[in-house]
């Protein structure tokens, strides 16, 4: 094939940069049509289904230049149309992208919508003055001003209820409707909680039997309506206006609030409204905080009942609302850890330590329950997560904690929470369970926290003069122990921690143990300086024996020996800094001798041992 001529170059370049314009052309003619398209259309209505429209063919630009020298590298599909020829769009893409859907934050704040609830809120605050005022100045009778509240609430809802049959769909109308329905049961609701705590027409059983009632009328019309912000307009304006009637964080309020969360509960639970359940939950546990706070200084036998009651409905709320909507996991746990709080501040300021600890004693056995039901119930075994069940499983081990040092002396906490940790490190074993080797880790840290300052402080091991006697014997061996346990439970179920500051922690516990259990029982045989003394040599050797053990035997296992080698820097280090400032006479030289008498013949047997073992 012949080389084009330079003429027939620059003719061909001439040919695709004249084709390349008119596709310009082209494109720039189809997308202002359709731009003219989308502006001529109107909106489409909610209640009407759209319509399949065709899509409307561009207009075919009508002057095209001549098409001379057309080079046959140009698609097809890329050339300008031919009239008379049916038209087909080379870039199908430009003319069906939608328009963006407007945000939902600005749909929420269009006028119609804010004009809407904050005449609802108003109206309703009116309401709410207007029965205060009533009281206040004495208009009309008790019995006038309930009757009032209750027909112009009922004139509410039904406007609302005709509103929404009138609206058709649209969303102006059911914003209206949605706001009057909302107010006429939020009044209804806040005109029972009027006669039952400022007249006195209905006994308490009866008024909050009658707030449960309208609490589950205005949730069930909400449900009907698929309407959320009608939900939480029910619940949000009772649970805030309730206070400015009853004016006291008392018993009755809290049952109030509480019958809002249990009307509440299934339609949260059947529409997933997450937020629902917070806007029920929330305002009970502080309404419950407040009132353990108001009873410090008002008693009211009321009060410790409705906390309980409020904090078992919110626990059982809580497991009802992970069981049944899975995907609402979070929401479950943020009321599970928030709903026995009220007992843990009520039990400390409202009752003895006897009875404080039989509050916190329920609620432990409560949260214990439904985690064993979800654990060892096979039936209930996939009903809840594990992240739901774990989140059971610490605010249980906190309900224990805390109901244990509401109930012992602050002497005896350490012990108390010693033991714990005992408890739940053997059931960490037992159950392969790493969340219980997580609250047992937590309560031997505390102990041994508190220890410090209580059972076997540090000036103990340090100067004579300080007996402690059963309880620091007793202390130090559950120390030990638990230094023990812990890592073994570890072990088993295949947490084992790699951190050396974690293993230098662990080891530091076992010696302060070892040794405050040793000095406990010296002085408990002699209350001298010579039982002191004494008490001192037989730690300092027991800590050689025990990194003679280790390095034995860690003939095969190098963390084992490298703990053995810390141990006996430890020792040489007590030996040579405390003991030879501390001992004296005798009693040195028993320790000096002893120690270099045990590490010579160690060190011959473990060189023996170390030739005929090859290190792994």
Not at 429 to 434: I, K, M, P, Q
Request: aromatic share 6%; glycine share 8%; hydrophobic share 55%.
């Amino acid at each position: 094939m012949s080389q084009p001529l330079p003429g027939e170059t620059l003719q061909l370049l001439a040919g695709e940069l004249h084709a390349i314009g008119q596709r310009l052309t082209y494109l720039g003619t189809v997308v202002q049509a359709q731009a003219a398209t989308q502006v001529a259309a109107p909106a489409p209505q909610e209640t009407q289904p759209q319509q399949d429209v065709p899509p409307q063919q561009a207009p075919t630009p009508q002057n095209y230049p001549p098409q001379a020298a057309q080079p046959t590298s140009v698609p097809q599909a890329a050339r300008p149309p031919v009239l008379g020829q049916p038209q087909v769009s080379p870039y199908p893409g430009l003319g069906q992208q939608p328009a963006r859907p407007r945000s939902r934050i600005g749909a929420n704040l269009e006028p119609s919508r804010v004009l809407a609830w904050v005449g609802a809120g108003v109206t309703l605050l009116g309401v709410v003055f207007l029965l205060v005022l009533a009281v206040q100045q004495d208009w009309l009778g008790p019995g006038a001003r309930v009757t009032g509240g209750a027909v112009l609430a009922a004139l509410l809802v039904g406007a609302g209820w005709w509103m929404h049959r009138r609206s058709k769909g649209q969303d102006a109308g059911r914003i209206a409707a949605f706001a009057l329905a909302t107010t006429g049961f939020a009044a209804l609701f806040l005109d029972v909680v009027a006669a039952t705590s400022l007249y006195g027409f209905v006994s308490a059983p009866v008024g909050l039997g009658a707030g449960l009632l309208v609490s589950i009328g205005g949730l069930a019309l909400a449900d009907r309506w698929q309407a959320r912000p009608l939900a939480l307009g029910v619940v949000l304006s009772s649970a805030i206006c309730a206070p400015l009637i009853t004016q006291l964080p008392n018993a009755l309020l809290i049952g109030f609030l509480v019958l809002l969360q249990v009307a509440a509960t299934p339609v949260q639970v059947r529409r997933g409204w997450s937020s629902l359940a917070l806007a029920a939950g929330i305002p009970v546990v502080l309404a419950a905080l407040l009132a353990a706070i108001w009873g410090i200084f008002f008693h009211d036998p009321a009060l410790v009942i409705a906390i309980s009651l409020s904090v078992l409905l919110g626990v059982v709320i809580a497991a009802i609302t992970a069981g049944a909507r899975p995907d609402a996991d979070r929401t479950a746990i943020g009321l599970l850890v928030t709903a026995p709080t009220p007992a843990f501040l009520a039990g400390p300021l409202l009752l003895e330590s006897s009875a404080a600890g039989l509050l916190g004693a329920g609620t432990t056995a409560l949260l214990l329950a439904i985690w064993a039901v979800a654990r060892f119930v096979p039936a209930f075994r996939d009903w809840l997560s594990r992240r739901f069940t774990a989140a059971l499983g610490a605010m249980a081990s906190i309900a224990a904690a805390q109901t244990t040092l509401t109930v012992l002396d602050s002497s005896s906490w350490a012990t108390a929470l010693l033991c714990e940790a005992l408890v739940l490190s053997v059931g960490a074993f037992v159950l392969r369970s790493a969340g219980v080797l997580l609250g047992a880790t937590c309560y031997a840290t505390a102990g041994f926290l508190l220890a410090l300052f209580n059972e076997v402080p540090l000036t103990a091991l340090l100067w004579h003069g300080y007996a402690p006697g059963i309880t620091g014997l007793l202390c130090g061996l559950l120390i030990a122990a638990a230094a023990i346990v812990v890592p073994a439970s570890a072990a088993r179920i295949e947490k084992f921690p790699k951190s050396p500051p974690l293993w230098t922690a662990t080891g530091v516990a076992l010696l302060y143990g070892t040794a405050s259990a040793t000095m406990a029982a010296c002085l408990l045989v002699s209350d001298t300086r010579a039982g002191f003394l004494t008490a001192h040599i037989l730690i300092t050797l027991s800590w050689v024996v025990a990194a003679i053990a280790l390095l034995l035997r860690g003939i095969r296992a190098k963390r084992l020996r490298i703990a053995g080698l810390v141990l006996i820097a430890a020792s040489l280090a007590k030996l040579l800094l405390f003991d030879l400032a501390t001992l004296d006479g005798v009693a040195r030289v028993i320790a000096f001798l002893c120690a270099g008498l045990i590490l010579l013949a160690a060190g011959s047997r473990y060189a023996r041992l170390l030739k005929n073992q090859p290190e792994s």
